[in-house]
């Protein structure tokens, strides 16, 4: 965990604990030696830190924490380091994070290698820094450089790094010679902490008043505001401890207890229980898109960013034409936001291949089918490209909720068959849906999420059913929103309550976003729903100006009296007499029933574990994180405060029952793993 080496009168300490060289109780323990017996060795006369491998150290073991942490602590390792009488230099040789960063703050000098990044993103955790991170930041590059490091999160270059004064000296390659040289060349100790602090409570209030969005609905970053006024304002001493009991407060929060699961479920959902050692993934040179519409556009995207060749086919010219020019604007946009150069944007339309020929899909090895929603065009695709793809190409379809099985099966080759199911804008959405089909073999999948961790996707394994994991939870969802209108709520009710609770947007405005007239029968003469009268009057959502909302020129929604009558009208002519319905009624109709009808799909085994299910919702429909998603928020709730109330409603909700996984695990006291 924690090795040492001499290089003359330098001791070298290095964190050599795989992968990321987390700061775990060993190495906390180790280090605290390691410093000791520098300091009662005659021979020493400086020190170097460095991590082995590419990371300094990605932080504090996050692992430990909630299970008790054993001493010593992390900010008396800290102490430790800063209060050793010989000189410390920090040989930064990669990305150093956290507690890891917080240890090259302890040391008097930082060397950093080039490429290194360097952060504090507790934050993310719900957290902040708990290492004296947010006492010595301050002081060694100012309030304001601080406040963006410690609040967003984000980590810097080593350039930066250097520009703000964080690092010493910037080295192309290992940094450790030259920190060693930096160590041998008679330095005097540095310590950070007896420093003054730069700057004053106006940075902070600057601070807050340009970055509001860092702070919504966020325990941490407020917390991480009060402990750098703590350096401003208090003695150093009284500063460390208010640093140690914020940290502490938070580590215990139900926020932070979320977020760290976001983190584990995030990186679980990549691996695939059962699959066999020897599923090597197949090689993907070349990807084909059928479908040049929003969607086939997006989701090639994602491959050409990562320089994959596509083939995109379409079946006319102007479709295709459409198609091809809507990824150059895109790919325009993103460089008029300075996020591309214009050589990028055209090296990524290079590897664009648009092309009216279906034979062309013959040089791809993995192809994926995006075309509208119906079963019977799709087995036609599926057979006529199974007939003359390579041998060996990964056949995939888009679909949003149809039987990958029924598809697979036209095929002859369903062992190469799977869903990919992408989420709207594909190029944006962090999720895919890999879904696996009876007779996926191995190393379709196994190919299928490496290939979408590499265009920087987050893959979670589904089953095959209807809507899969994500698309299938909305259902309820979606139906009771409904119901609920019809019994008395406003659409602006039930949104509101979804977007207090952390939803970017409620039920309603999610449909006027996705299309009101998804799944409309289009017989405008024809009107039993809401849903159809809508549609009758061409209010089909915002890509027509309005839908259960109205929209202006810019999008932006106001409410809509002529929904409200139609609304009313509809009661009327179901005898329905609108009662009072209140937030709570909606929380357990439109939340509850979400988490029941996952617990069906664990049930079912259409998804792989619970946290899999938070993934979804975490990264296709924006549910706040800091709830962890809606398995994990539903545990914290308490299931069986969740089944009480499903079953206090169950007669307002048609077809509804109680999940058996659900109930067994109420009446147990458990909550979802
Ligand atoms: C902190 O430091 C608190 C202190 O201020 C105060 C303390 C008192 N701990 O992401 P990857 C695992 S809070 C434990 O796939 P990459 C990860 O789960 C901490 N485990 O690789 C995975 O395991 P598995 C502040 C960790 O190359 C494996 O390592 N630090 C930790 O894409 C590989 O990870 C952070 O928040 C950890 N700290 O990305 C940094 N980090 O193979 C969190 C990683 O079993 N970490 N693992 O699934 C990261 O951001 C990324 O993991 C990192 C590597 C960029 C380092």
Request: glycine fraction near 10%.
């Amino acid at each position: 965990m924690i090795r040492t080496a001499r290089s003359g009168a330098v001791l070298e300490i290095v964190i050599d604990n795989p992968p990321v060289n987390a700061l775990g109780a060993e190495v906390r323990s180790g280090l605290v030696a390691a410093i000791a017996e520098a300091e009662a060795d005659a021979g020493v006369s400086a020190i170097v830190i460095t991590g082995a491998g590419k990371f300094f150290s990605a932080g504090a073991d996050i692992a430990e924490f909630g299970k008790g942490m054993a001493d010593p602590q992390l900010p008396e390792v800290c102490l430790a380091i800063e209060h050793c009488l010989k000189p410390v230099v920090a040989a930064i040789n990669g990305t150093a994070l956290g507690g890891g960063l917080e240890v090259t703050l302890a040391c008097d000098y930082r060397v950093s290698a080039g490429g290194a990044k360097l952060g504090l993103p507790e934050v993310k955790l719900g957290l902040l820094p708990g290492a004296g991170g947010t006492q010595r930041l301050p002081r060694l590059v100012g309030v304001t450089a601080a406040l963006q490091m410690i609040v967003s999160g984000e980590p810097v270059s080593a350039a930066r790094a250097a520009e703000i004064g964080l690092v010493d000296i910037v080295v192309d390659g290992d940094p450790l010679q030259a920190a060693v040289d930096m160590a041998g060349s008679s330095l005097s100790p540095r310590p950070i902490s007896t420093a003054p602090v730069a700057g004053d409570l106006a940075e902070i209030d600057a601070f807050v008043a340009a970055n509001p969005r860092l702070f919504k609905g966020l325990e941490a970053p407020k917390a991480c505001l009060e402990v750098i006024k703590a350096a401003i304002t208090l003695s150093g001493a009284d500063g460390f401890a208010t640093e140690r009991r914020l940290f502490l407060a938070l580590l215990a929060s139900d926020q932070s207890k979320a977020l760290r699961h976001a983190f584990f479920a995030e990186r679980a959902a990549g691996k695939i229980d059962g699959l066999p050692n020897d599923a090597a993934p197949r090689t993907i040179a070349r990807v084909g898109i059928i479908g040049a519409g929003t969607m086939g556009g997006g989701i090639g995207m994602n491959f050409l960013s990562a320089a994959v060749p596509v083939t995109m086919v379409e079946t006319n010219g102007e479709a295709l034409e459409r198609g091809a020019a809507l990824i150059r604007k895109n790919y325009d946009a993103t460089a008029a936001k300075g996020r591309l150069t214009a050589g990028q944007v055209e090296a990524a339309m290079a590897l664009l291949h648009p092309t009216l020929d279906f034979a062309a899909l013959g040089a791809c090895d993995l192809v994926i089918e995006a075309i509208y929603e119906n079963m019977e065009v799709k087995k036609e695709v599926f057979a006529r490209l199974a007939a003359f793809a390579k041998p060996g190409a990964i056949l995939a379809s888009n679909t949003s909720y149809l039987d990958v099985n029924e598809i697979a099966a036209c095929t002859q080759r369903p062992q190469d068959v799977l869903g990919l199911h992408f989420f709207s804008p594909a190029n944006v959405m962090k999720l895919v849906e890999v879904v696996r089909g009876r007779e996926t073999a191995p190393d379709v999948l196994a190919t299928a999420m490496a290939l979408a961790q590499k265009i920087g996707k987050v893959p979670v394994v589904a089953g095959v059913c209807y809507g899969f994991i994500g698309n299938r939870m909305l259902i309820p969802r979606q139906d009771n929103a409904l119901a609920l209108v019809m019994e008395g709520a406003s659409p602006e009710q039930i949104d509101k309550v979804h977007t207090d609770f952390g939803m970017p947007m409620g039920p309603f405005q999610m449909t006027d976003l996705a299309g009101v007239d998804i799944g409309w029968h289009r017989d405008p003469d024809r009107i039993d729903t809401l849903k159809d009268a809508l549609c009758a009057q061409g209010r089909w959502g915002q890509k027509t100006g309005a839908g259960f909302y109205d929209y202006d020129a810019k999008r932006q929604r106001s409410s809509s009296p002529l929904v409200a009558s139609l609304i009313e009208e509809f009661r009327a002519r179901e005898n329905i007499t609108p009662r009072a319905i209140d937030d709570e009624e909606i929380i357990v109709r439109t939340l509850y029933t979400m988490v029941n009808e996952g617990a069906k799909i664990l049930e079912e085994g259409i998804a792989q574990r619970s946290s899999d299910i938070d993934v979804v919702w975490l990264f296709g429909y924006g549910w706040p994180r800091y709830t962890g998603g809606p398995m994990f928020w539903a545990s914290q709730v308490g299931l069986a405060k969740i089944v009480a109330a499903l079953d206090r409603y169950a007669d307002r909700a048609p077809g509804f029952a109680v999940s058996a996984l659900l109930r067994d695990l109420a009446a147990k006291g458990e909550g979802f793993a």
